[in-house]
């Protein structure tokens, strides 16, 4: 229900407007009344006002500086102007940059009638998005611990993204980190106490752990985290750029680390063991760090519990580089599922071309990428319920182990335009016997024939039916469907005796004016005429 609030300077105009408009029928709670500018501002200041309707020539307070004030404190009103042929051209500049409507006195009731309508649908549809970008917002605001949780991870499993990428995600997830400033890791493994929790009391002591780092580190650090593929908690610290800075990030980061192991253990009673990472370039470092941390857990930690450790000091030690584009996302076995062959390709690329990069990478990192590209072109060809050997040959799969990574590549590069040849052939194929199934069953039911009934014999949605059925053939279905009926309309008029009324009934068409139509746009004639020049 709206508020209506009417102005003029002249009683005798407002009364009338009050009791002359259906104002309930037209969804209208309340009809307010003011006889100056000053008593409107007062209303306006009391109630909840959608429109106003205004004379624009009062004294004191005149309709333009009425409209400027309302622009000002209520921009969502609604504002009709009243004017008289005397003021109009006065008026008329500021009528068009501030009022929403402008009627000329005398007013007739159906003019104002159509402009308040007017008005009030404007008013709905702008509720209506304004309700919609609200709900939009709490549902963002709902998941967004989830959405700020996904980016880290992605982070840490080596997810590429630019500095202007990144920061204008953080700035969407209301995250205050810095892409130029660095950044180090503390990864929490919770200990045996939480293993035996179930999962809901987990889910409550993973919180409190968090809130717990939270207060710890907050002082001194920006802080993100989220819960990494080993269930383990990860915190991404960023010195705050708006303190002094301690001179000393690495030693308050193992403070707060220490203290974090002992409130957890005093608060909650579960141990857990802490690993801190040395400090490195963000985004691009955050994959690095999280590897030597999980490195440092596997390799240090083991089975031991309780346990804090700083791996910040790599010095002396020459650990084995990972062949780090096989497992960065996106995966190959999701790109084949997506059927992404240009990624697929680019993907191959990436590999070879750091094997190739680095002279250091041994056989073993050539045979690594092969029983990884080869593994997942098993996993696509028997998820498509088709034996790797089948598609490429044995010949190729039994080829000896490759000393270059330019052989590696040429390898699989044959088995990838293999793999993509037989599937797109295979689709192709489907589709072929897509379209033949339609049109016989079209041919078989011109009497009566519609979208859903094909789509329910071919087992689809009509929707994609129908798409699938213009991206082959380049016409409609229901083109299709149009041209057969007038072929066959065509073949019947020439060698049976059918009327013209029967013909159209045996297509289909109920109506024989209609059936006339459409013969005479296919043929140019209309069937008697096609019938007679036939004969």
């Known amino acids: 229900m709206h508020q209506i609030l009417l102005v003029d300077d002249e009683p005798y105009v407002v009364d009338d407007l009050s009791i002359s408009l259906p104002w309930a029928e037209m969804g209208f709670e309340q009809v307010h009344k003011a006889y100056s500018g000053y008593e409107a501002l007062e209303l306006l200041q009391r109630y909840p006002i959608d429109i106003v309707v205004t004379d624009i020539n009062m004294p004191e307070i005149s309709g333009i500086e009425l409209i400027t004030s309302i622009r000002s404190r209520w921009k969502h009103i609604r504002v009709v102007m009243l004017t008289g042929y005397a003021e109009f051209e006065y008026a008329r500049k500021a009528i068009e940059e501030q009022a929403s409507a402008y009627l000329l006195k ?25 309700s919609s970008y609200q709900r939009t917002m709490q549902t963002f605001r709902e998941h967004l611990p ?17 500095g202007p990428q ?16 660095p950044v180090c890791l503390a990864v929490v493994r919770p200990e045996e106490f939480f293993r035996r929790q179930d999962m809901n009391s987990m889910l409550l002591f993973e919180y409190a752990i968090i809130n717990i780092a939270q207060e710890l580190f907050q002082d001194l650090f920006r802080i993100w985290s989220c819960k990494d593929v080993h269930d383990y908690l990860v915190f991404l610290l960023q010195p705050r750029d708006d303190i002094e800075p301690s001179g000393n990030p690495g030693y308050d980061v193992a403070q707060a680390a220490y203290q974090l192991q002992n409130h957890v253990s005093t608060l909650i009673g579960g141990g857990l063991s802490v690993v801190t990472t040395g400090w490195g370039e963000f985004p691009d470092q955050v994959y ?18 309780g346990i804090y450790l700083d791996v910040t000091d790599t010095s002396g030690s020459q650990p084995v580089e990972i062949l780090q584009p096989l497992y960065e996302p996106p995966l190959l076995f999701h790109m084949f599922e997506a059927n992404n062959w240009q990624g697929i390709e680019d993907k191959l690329n990436a590999i070879t071309s750091e094997l190739a990069r680095n002279p250091d990478r041994s056989l073993e990192h050539i045979h690594e990428a092969r029983l990884h590209l080869e593994t997942a072109f098993y996993y696509f060809a028997h998820k498509n319920n088709k034996m790797l050997s089948e598609i490429v040959g044995n010949p190729l799969l039994e080829q000896a182990s490759f000393q270059t990574p330019d052989k590696l590549r040429e390898w699989a590069l044959e088995v990838i335009v293999l793999l993509r040849e037989h599937f797109e052939s295979e689709r192709l194929n489907s589709r072929t016997v897509l379209i033949r199934t339609v049109h016989e069953y079209i041919n078989n039911n ?4 519609s979208l859903q009934a094909i789509a329910d014999h071919v087992r689809m949605h009509p929707v994609y039916l129908s798409k699938m059925y213009k991206l082959e053939t380049g016409k409609r279905i229901s083109d299709y469907i149009s041209q057969i009926k007038m072929e066959k309309a065509a073949y019947l008029l020439i060698h049976t005796p059918l009327k013209i009324y029967e013909v159209s009934a045996e297509l289909g068409y109920s109506n024989a004016h209609y059936f006339i139509k459409l013969f005479k746009e296919y043929a140019g004639m209309t069937p008697q005429e096609f019938r007679d020049r036939a004969l």
């Open 106 to 130: 005398p007013i007739a009731n159906n003019q104002l009638i159509d402009v308040i309508v007017k008005l009030q649908q404007e008013l709905r549809t702008e509720w209506e998005t304004w």
């Open 146 to 162: 989830l959405l700020r949780d996904r980016l880290l991870s992605e982070l840490l499993q080596g997810r590429k993204l630019s």
């Open 166 to 181: 990144l920061q204008e995600r953080l700035a969407q997830f209301d995250l205050p980190l810095r892409t130029d400033l």
């Open 288 to 305: 690095s760090l999280y590897q030597s941390a999980i490195m440092a857990i596997r390799q240090h930690i083991g089975s031991e519990t």
């Open 446 to 449: 011109l009497h009566y024939v």
